[in-house]
């Protein structure tokens, strides 16, 4: 049996492999967490909006993906992962979790397997190797870009909420979604298609189709009306 690590007691430098035995075990009963650019690509995946993909395949507000009635995920087929090529990051990573401290210092823990898991763990790379090696780059440089953004418009929605009128409150929550330190994230947070192409029909630039690019248009978005929680914006 594989020892498993401690919270937070890898770095990327630590010596760690695995190498997956398509069972399938990991993909039953696990709370599948999606960040914004996650809906976006498994939404393109799939040939829809990311309107359409939370509505019909996710739940919690659009924060977790749905599960099927035996508890397996709603993409998973008799053939294994069925959006494999554009798998959120927690899959991507497993069995790796990874840790973002307050002073942003990464670190990674090896998550518990399946007591009947065909993966094969080693310690032949580093943890590092594979990240690189599941394609993690850009699912990591994208979360990393929303936890920036969510704490620096926590801090500013607290430090503006304590000035409004409740109207103006709850004009503010519907304009650019509440804090995750508050409630779970509303559309303006998760739903790309809708809130880029509202942001674009205010200032008239044609919607861009490239997902990085739709990626920047929404952090933009949401740091634009955040400004405006004075009051001051749209409902």
């Known amino acids: 049996m594989t020892t498993v690590q401690s919270p937070g007691s890898l770095t990327r430098a630590s010596p760690f492999s695995f190498a997956c035995g398509r069972c399938s075990r990991c993909c039953f009963h696990k709370g599948i967490a999606v960040n914004p650019y996650e809906v976006l690509r498994l939404a393109r995946n799939q040939g829809l909006s990311t309107t359409e993909f939370i509505r019909r395949h ?22 294994g992962c069925g959006v494999h090529a554009d798998r959120p990051l927690v899959c991507r990573i497993y069995p790796l979790g990874r840790h973002i401290s307050a002073e942003d210092k990464e670190t990674f823990s090896q998550i518990k397997p399946h007591p009947e898991s065909e993966g094969r763990y080693g310690t ?9 090696s599941q394609g993690a780059g850009e699912y990591l440089k994208a979360v990393d870009l929303y936890l920036k953004l969510y704490r620096e418009l926590a801090g500013r929605f607290l430090d503006a909420a304590e000035h409004l009128a409740p109207a103006e409150r709850e004009m503010a929550d519907q304009r650019i979604g509440r804090p995750p330190e508050a409630t779970a994230p509303g559309p303006a947070w998760l739903d790309v298609d809708h809130a880029v192409g509202l942001y674009c029909r205010e200032r008239s630039p044609a919607k861009p189709a490239d997902s990085w690019r739709l990626l920047e248009l929404h952090l933009e978005a949401l740091s634009s009306w955040s400004n405006d929680l004075g009051g001051k914006g749209k409902p």
């Open 58 to 79: 996710t739940e919690s507000a659009g924060t977790l993906l749905r599960q099927r009635a035996d508890g397996g995920c709603v993409f998973l087929t008799a053939q």
């Open 124 to 132: 032949e790379g580093t943890a590092g190797d594979y990240l690189e």
